[in-house]
């Protein structure tokens, strides 16, 4: 089986050609529009907004993977989320047919549903609330189109929760890292529940779909369980780093007029700021979804949601 990624220089894909090779899976092409540090040897440059060249790429594949997304909270033109997310899936299906490639395992996201949702399942109503989620749902609304006249395909979505882990440098990451650096505070009452999902778990996962579920057009959240409150993420955090955790807790109010305050500095300085009001709203929402589907499956995490915790912060922050 040639296995090919589409996106995979980032994150999750150089974690995912990790387990692969792990797994004996060493027939892995990437495909991205920057260089893999770690795989170069296996990588080309290409874009999903380059059809013609994906298509030449492609020869020879029997499943793709597609990571590539935009997916930072302060993209811009916000034009980029449709133009990748959703036209690049249209020209990612259209070079895969040219080469009559049938199996593509895409990687959306729980950010379809919204924020402070009651745990939802895969069958629940999309209701996102930003236009990463808006550009993440359409893609998957073209995926749904494309299966009714391709039947034959083997089409997989997993909408994973928010991805942690070794290399990771997204909102988890700065939380860590305010909360190891000593700078922490609280905003809000921190009694709103968070799925998280370790990378470690999360590339597990797709390794095992691409191996045992080659039929059909299957939807799937994934999540780590326990879902942790925010106090408690935070305190286990600090123990683990054996740092002080503040008892004084900012009002969501003042938490949010913070927030729009270096909004308006990212503008002024043109500079990408960690901390925003989407971040402050997400930080303070309930972010909980349901992933008995994958629990029901005879997939097995390789890691417990506290050991992925451990491990990154071994890694990142030298936690004992």
Request: include cysteine.
């Amino acid at each position: 089986m040639k296995i090919t990624l589409i996106g995979g220089s980032g994150f999750v894909g150089t974690h995912l050609i990790t387990h692969f090779h792990k797994l004996g899976m060493n027939k892995v092409l990437n495909i991205d529009k920057v260089g893999s540090t770690s795989y170069p040897t296996i990588s080309l440059i290409g874009n999903v907004l380059d059809q013609e060249l994906l298509t030449e790429q492609l020869y020879g594949s029997d499943i793709v993977i597609l990571l590539a997304a935009e997916h930072r909270d302060d993209v811009s033109p916000i034009s980029l989320y449709y133009d990748v997310n959703v036209e690049g899936m249209k020209n990612t299906l259209a070079a895969m047919e040219a080469n009559g490639i049938t199996r593509i395992l895409f990687i959306s996201s729980v950010a379809i549903y919204g924020l402070d949702k009651n745990n939802p399942n895969e069958s629940s109503a999309a209701e996102p609330f930003n236009h990463y989620g808006i550009s993440k749902w359409q893609a998957e609304m073209v995926l749904e189109d494309w299966y009714k006249t391709h039947t034959d395909w083997n089409i997989n979505i997993v909408r994973p929760s928010v991805i942690f882990g070794e290399g990771n440098r997204g909102n988890v990451y700065n939380l860590f890292r305010q909360i190891a650096s000593g700078r922490f505070m609280m905003i809000g009452k921190g009694n709103n529940r968070k799925s998280m999902a370790y990378v470690g778990n999360v590339v597990a996962f797709l390794a095992f779909l691409t191996l045992k579920q080659q039929e059909g057009y299957n939807v799937y959240n994934y999540v780590d369980k326990p879902d942790f409150n925010t106090n408690d993420l935070v305190s286990l955090t600090g123990a683990l780093l054996n740092k002080p955790i503040p008892t004084t807790h900012i009002p969501y109010w003042l938490g949010m007029l913070g927030g729009y305050g270096f909004d308006l500095l990212a503008v002024l300085t043109r500079k990408k700021l960690s901390i925003s009001s989407v971040r402050v709203k997400k930080f303070c929402a309930v972010t909980i979804y349901d992933a008995s589907k994958v629990t029901k499956s005879t997939f097995t995490p390789p890691f417990t949601l506290e050991q992925g915790l451990q491990r990154m912060l071994e890694t990142e922050f030298n936690a004992i």
